[in-house]
């Protein structure tokens, strides 16, 4: 049994007796009183005296921090030193709390939580994301930040026409495209001004043509209007269906320009959409929560591994950058990561006008760091306030905001 358990023990102990005992006479029981009373005391002072011991620890022995490299804005090891707004935040929290700590780079994000589970870090400082998974095997801390999965696409070459072809496949603006051209023939085939017409065929289909234009047009209409009442309705019909049709022609023409434009959620993307993205290359790397999230996907979509379809794995965000650059028919046209460092990324490896997001999750999962299963429980707590107090001044943010730009 421990000493603080037997601490506790005698603490009870000396409690009940003391109690019992004061029940009895004063002459008779207030030496077994005073004796109960002076070993209460001790107790106290020597468990008072274990605890100062085990927070004092915190500022005698170094804390052991892991953090994932190459992860702007979150951490990455720069000019010989690790920074990041994770590691800035964390060393505020040491300095306030006054903790002395070394700093140990770590491969992945998976691997990260695989040696806080088995105690060899104290605490994991950068953006991982807290999943069901992990949670299973380690304890995060107040989360400070959230990121979502995106995925980023190369943008199209040739975007123009494209477009255009979009615009011309569209179902609505073809039907509605050729209802106009329809009512409007049909109203210049039986108007005065063809019908009247009494030269060669020629003639006649020029006449035909010009009626024709000057419905389309809503110009000339004058022209083209007999006396009769049934011409008027004839025309008045064209102008109310071209008006129709043609208000339904460009709003669906705006509206495809528009969503060329604005990235799709990842809940739309279909098991036809994934084998496209799979077959036109999709990086991800290793021992991420983002590849993860890619292979459940693909075996929600029934996607068997002998098929051929699979992510291109990169180990780094090096090696994948270098994947995405090289330019060869091989080279993944997408790739998936998340929310909070996919811009660094680009911006930093010169790629941010040949990539945008195509997809992205409508939720953010939050972030923070993860504790290591030896860490004291009362250091948890004291972390955590530390967490909650930058969060409520805005001050996380702010690093955030600063790192970001």
């Not at 892991?66 to 702007?72: A, C, H, P, Y």
């Not at 060393?91 to 006054?98: A, D, P, T, V």
């Not at 477009?163 to 005065?192: D, E, M, P």
């Not at 071209?242 to 705006?254: N, W």
Request: hydrophobic content about 40%; aromatic content about 8%; proline content about 3%.
């Amino acid at each position: 049994m421990t000493l603080p358990a037997l601490i506790a023990i005698s603490r009870v102990s000396v409690l009940q007796i003391a109690h019992h005992h004061m029940r009895l006479k004063w002459s008779r029981s207030f030496p077994i009183t005073f004796v109960a009373v002076a070993l209460s005391f001790l107790a106290q002072f020597f468990g008072a005296t274990i605890q100062g011991a085990k927070a004092q620890d915190w500022h005698e022995r170094p804390l052991k921090i892991g953090t994932v490299d190459d992860f702007l804005p979150c951490s990455h090891f720069i000019n010989q030193s690790h920074e990041g707004m994770a590691i800035d935040i964390w060393r505020r929290i040491s300095e306030r709390l006054k903790l002395k700590y070394e700093i140990s780079t770590i491969s992945s994000f998976d691997e990260a939580v695989s040696m806080a589970a088995i105690g060899k870090f104290d605490v994991i400082v950068s953006c991982h994301e807290i999943t069901p998974e992990r949670l299973e095997l380690v304890e995060y801390a107040v989360p400070y930040t959230s990121g979502g999965i995106v995925i980023v696409s190369e943008q199209n070459q040739r975007p123009f026409l494209d477009l255009v072809g979009k615009i011309f496949q569209n179902k609505i603006v073809v039907r509605c495209s050729l209802l106009l051209l329809l009512v409007t023939a049909i109203t210049a085939y039986t108007s005065q001004y063809f019908r009247n017409s009494k030269a060669t065929r020629r003639s006649k289909a020029r006449r035909f043509t010009r009626a024709w234009t000057f419905l389309i047009l809503n110009d000339g209409i004058d022209t083209v209007i007999g006396p009769k009442i049934i011409d008027h309705i004839a025309v008045l019909i064209s102008s109310l269906s071209h008006m129709l049709l043609m208000s339904a022609i460009i709003g669906t023409t705006v509206t495809i320009v528009f969503e060329e434009n604005i990235a799709k959620q990842t809940k739309e993307i279909g098991d036809k959409e994934l084998k496209e993205l799979l077959r036109e290359g999709i990086a991800v790397i290793k021992g991420t929560s983002t590849a993860t999230w890619l292979d459940n996907r693909i075996k929600i979509a029934g996607i068997a591994p002998g098929s051929g379809l699979k992510p291109i794995a990169a180990k780094t965000k090096t090696e994948r950058l270098q994947l995405l650059r090289d330019g060869s028919t091989q080279a993944p046209r997408h790739f998936v990561s998340n929310s909070t460092n996919y811009a660094t990324q680009l911006k930093e490896s010169g790629l941010e006008d040949s990539f945008s997001i195509s997809y992205q999750s409508p939720r953010k999962t939050p972030q923070s760091f993860i504790f290591g299963r030896n860490l004291e429980p009362a250091l948890k707590r004291l972390i955590n306030i530390e967490l909650a107090e930058m969060n409520r001044n805005g001050v996380t943010e702010q690093i955030e905001k600063d790192w970001r730009n």
